[in-house]
């Protein structure tokens, strides 16, 4: 008598995200939210079957902010408790083993070394193919927080291998993508930039209006406005300094976004006190960052001049876009100074050496003729509906 063994067939899985870094948890980083799991909700209603593999800290936070919608969405999430980083290394690479013995995936996304190098381990047993998604330039940013040689000299092998192993390599903006050819000879790589969930950012008239009278802001005022965290590259203080030369226009507004307190950051603290109280900060929920800025007209958004920045793509960017906001800029910001200037969409401005009267002319040009066109960008360039083409050319099944 032959007796027959019935093997379950595994599950397929078209896309997982391997979600691993170093202290950065989804729940707690806004940009993940927008750049992960809005990018992993764009691919599910496509018709792809998508996943997650992550790192959490709190439940209920975790599934509160993106967790409850992913799951609404269709997108299945595989979940690891956060502990010290050697553990949740370990954690994530038994449980990525584990779900290799129930799941086919087709193709694994990895957003740097942390995840491709959980894969190298994986590799010695089976391979995966996957998307290496660059973000920065990792030697420079490493450089930028104070890292040893040592730790950079491992960022770059890691790295290396991570790339060189890949099925495919993306980048956040062209400067990236030649930086990466030239750097690990390689010869194709795709360009997806920070993009958005436009749905997100229409605003009716009547709310912007709103959201002006909550504020206690005219109608007719010009409003600056900054969105973000308050870390050194953003060059807080400069921007600072260039607001500081409208204090005595009686029509600007400035309203400072932000979940950092300004008191802790002694490079800002003396500049916002000459302000005298003009300044209006406030700490917004991320679902209604879209109506604030909508009520503002003029985007800031400054950057030093180093490498780190000169290929990076801000999410802050297609944001005041799709507000209808003008933008002034540093020059050198990845793709981000040529397409405002080939669009006419805002202005850049050299923080240390600025030029008076060419700031304050653009600034007293009507703002109105700028928010269909900067919108009109914004869709053009920064929705992942824009990049579908290029989604399916690294995930179709050939």
């Not at 193709?107 to 070394?113: D, H, L, P, S």
Request: aromatic share 12%; proline share 3%.
């Amino acid at each position: 008598m032959v007796e027959t063994m019935l093997v379950k067939k595994k599950e397929t899985i078209d896309i997982l995200f391997l979600i691993f870094d170093l202290g950065i948890l989804i729940e707690e980083s806004t940009v993940y939210q927008s750049q992960v799991c809005e990018q992993l909700i764009f691919l599910q209603k496509q018709g792809y079957k998508t996943s997650l593999l992550t790192v959490y800290k709190e439940w209920n936070k975790f599934n509160k902010v993106i967790g409850a919608r992913l799951g609404k969405t269709g997108v299945k999430v595989f979940l690891r408790k956060d502990n010290r980083f050697l553990l949740n290394f370990l954690n994530v690479l038994f449980l990525m083993n584990a779900l290799t013995n129930r799941y086919n995936f087709r193709k694994i996304y990895v957003r740097g070394m942390w995840s491709s190098t959980i894969l190298y381990f994986l590799s010695l047993r089976k391979s995966f193919p996957y998307v290496f998604d660059s973000r920065a330039d990792t030697i420079d940013e490493s450089l930028a927080i104070g890292a040893s040689k040592l730790k950079i000299s491992i960022y770059r092998h890691l790295e290396k291998i991570g790339i060189e192993k890949a099925t495919n390599v993306t980048a956040v903006s062209k400067p990236l993508s030649v930086m990466l050819k030239k750097t690990y000879k390689i010869n194709e790589v795709d360009i997806i930039p920070c993009c958005l969930a436009y749905e997100n950012f229409i605003v009716r008239d009547e709310d912007r209006f709103k959201i002006r009278k909550l504020l206690n802001f005219s109608m007719n005022s010009i409003v600056f406005v900054y969105s973000g965290g308050l870390s050194y590259y953003q060059q807080i203080p400069y921007m600072l300094k260039l607001w500081s030369m409208f204090i005595d226009w009686g029509n600007i507004e400035f309203l400072l976004l932000t979940n950092d307190d300004v008191n802790n950051s002694p490079s800002s603290t003396p500049l916002i006190k000459q302000f005298k109280g003009r300044i209006t900060h406030m700490t917004v929920a991320r679902h209604e960052i879209p109506q604030y800025l909508a009520a503002a007209d003029i985007g800031f958004m400054l950057r030093d001049q180093r490498n780190l920045n000169k290929v990076a793509s801000p999410v802050k960017f297609p944001e005041y876009l799709s507000a209808g906001l003008a933008v002034i800029s540093s020059p050198n910001v990845g793709d981000v100074s040529s397409i405002i200037l080939d669009n006419d969409v805002g202005l850049l401005i050299n923080p240390y050496s600025v030029e008076e009267e060419y700031l304050t002319t653009f600034v007293a040009c009507d703002k109105e003729i700028f928010r269909a066109r900067c919108r009109s960008l914004s869709q053009n360039l920064y929705t992942w509906e824009a990049y579908r083409n290029v989604f399916n050319k690294l995930y179709k099944e050939n």
